[in-house]
């Protein structure tokens, strides 16, 4: 039962993410957290009930787009890039996978290059999934709208911190929303929530620094800037934000990324939850685990 009420959850998550993204009317008075109506719910109840077991396993799978472009490989492209009829059959028919992320090759892309990806993949997994839940697809823009050829980009988060700048922040947020949905891409991996407090740690750069008072004001306007002041992101010119790592994911006991930490709870409710808790009381409608494990216990469990 309680795997279930997680499930539900996320998949509430999946379908709002979708229909706020389809629906540019969604009342901009409303509260971030009433955002889901009565209608929606019922529509994520009926589905659950009707998917198999693997079709929830599938919707709770994301891909990277090389997985599905004709390469050599999963991890890799051919140039200029191309979809996989065959790679998709697997993927969204056979495994029923529901989200898709980043670009191809690592390399930023034209509008028109992700217009046109976003459209056929959306069209081939409504025309095959049965019960017409759509795909949401998922990017990397953590200092502008870096995998857009052409858009405009920022200093990473460590450099925006030190400005000290909290209208800066909430000002580049908005201008990466802006340039990000013009292509169709409605959902960003954004903002690094962990601190700074290890300079062993290879990500350092990604973070607001290792101040968690800072680091709560920033989240809370970059997330501001995404999503709008009442995170209507069904907006022509907002995005979805995701702030990550819930949490402690900065600051592991190798210094390594995605690797053990051992954390006193005195100190994870100090310093690292702060940013979490202020990224969520920004309106923020979904975060990113995180990929390891806290004083034994993985977060994914």
């Known amino acids: 039962m309680q795997n279930f009420s997680f499930f539900r959850r996320s998949l509430l998550a999946v379908t709002l993410l979708f229909f706020i993204s389809c629906e540019p009317d969604v009342p901009r008075d409303i509260a971030a957290d009433s955002v889901i109506s009565a209608e929606t719910r019922e529509r994520v109840d009926l589905l659950l009930a009707e998917m198999t077991l693997e079709e929830k396993v ?16 999963v991890f890799g492209s051919y140039e200029p890039f191309e979809l996989d009829p065959e790679m998709m059959r697997e993927a969204f028919q056979t495994y029923h996978i529901g ?7 690592n390399r930023a892309r034209t509008p028109e290059f ?13 025309e095959h999934h049965r019960l017409d839940i759509p795909l949401i697809y998922g990017i990397d823009m953590i200092h502008g709208a870096s995998y857009i ?10 450099g925006m911190a ?3 700048n909290p209208e800066l922040v909430r000002r580049s947020g908005e201008i990466t929303a802006y340039e990000t949905r013009a292509t169709g891409l409605t959902w960003t991996f954004s903002p690094v929530v962990d601190l700074g407090v290890d300079p062993r740690w290879p990500r350092h750069w990604e973070t607001f620094g290792e101040d968690p008072y800072l680091a709560s004001v920033l989240a809370h306007e970059l997330i501001k800037g995404y999503e709008g002041e009442d995170n209507d992101i069904g907006s022509p010119y907002h995005i979805a934000s995701c702030p990550k790592h819930v949490f402690g994911y900065s600051h592991t006991l190798s210094g390594r990324d995605r690797t053990p930490a051992w954390i006193p709870e005195s100190q994870l409710r100090e310093y690292h939850l702060p940013p979490v808790k202020a990224a969520i009381d920004a309106g923020a409608l979904n975060v990113m685990m995180n990929s390891g494990e806290i004083n034994g216990i993985p977060f994914h469990a």
């Open 58 to 73: 599938g919707q709770m799978t994301q891909i990277t787009l090389d997985v599905i472009g004709k390469g050599d490989d």
């Open 99 to 105: 989200s898709v992320m980043n670009s191809t090759n």
């Open 114 to 126: 992700w217009n046109e990806v976003i459209v056929e993949l959306q069209d081939y997994v409504m």
């Open 149 to 158: 050829d052409g858009a405009t980009l920022f200093p990473q988060q460590i």
């Open 162 to 164: 030190a400005t000290w």
